[in-house]
Nanobody
Framework: QVQLVESGGGLVQPGGSLRLSCAAS????????????MGWYRQAPGKERALVAG????????NIADSVKGRFTISRDNAKKTVYLQMNSLKPEDTAVYYC?????????WGQGTQVTVSS
């Protein structure tokens, strides 16, 4: 049982930067954050939810969508039980609700989402 809470969204000008955070907690006493592959997804109005970035359990490998490659970076701090999405050179087309995602071998969890709006 995992709860995910995103933060850091907001309004930013084109070319600006934001850093999203996703804090994880578990209701089970044996919760181990490092057991979960973590990811960030986004969904714009009228669009399907799409993968932005994923990161392996140890944080040694990342998967970045072509649309944001070179601009976005995903990272995790297993000691803090937190995953981050650093977003640079933001474009209006990056506007969406961003969702944190956690995946184990048996479960998939989602956060509530945080709004990112890129506009002048």
């Amino acid at each position: 049982q995992v709860q995910l809470v995103e933060s850091g969204g907001g309004l930013v000008q084109p070319g600006g930067s934001l850093r999203l955070s996703c804090a994880a907690s578990g209701s089970a006493s044996g919760f181990t954050f490092a057991n979960y592959v973590m990811g960030w997804y986004r969904q714009a109005p009228g669009k399907e939810r799409a993968l932005v970035a994923g990161i392996t359990r140890a944080g040694d490998t990342t998967n970045i969508a072509d649309s944001v490659k070179g601009r976005f970076t995903i990272s995790r701090d297993n000691a803090k039980k937190t995953v981050y999405l650093q977003m640079n050179s933001l474009k209006p087309e990056d506007t969406a609700v961003y969702y944190c995602n956690a995946v184990s071998n048996m479960r998939v969890y989602w956060g509530q989402g945080t709004q990112v709006t890129v506009s002048s």
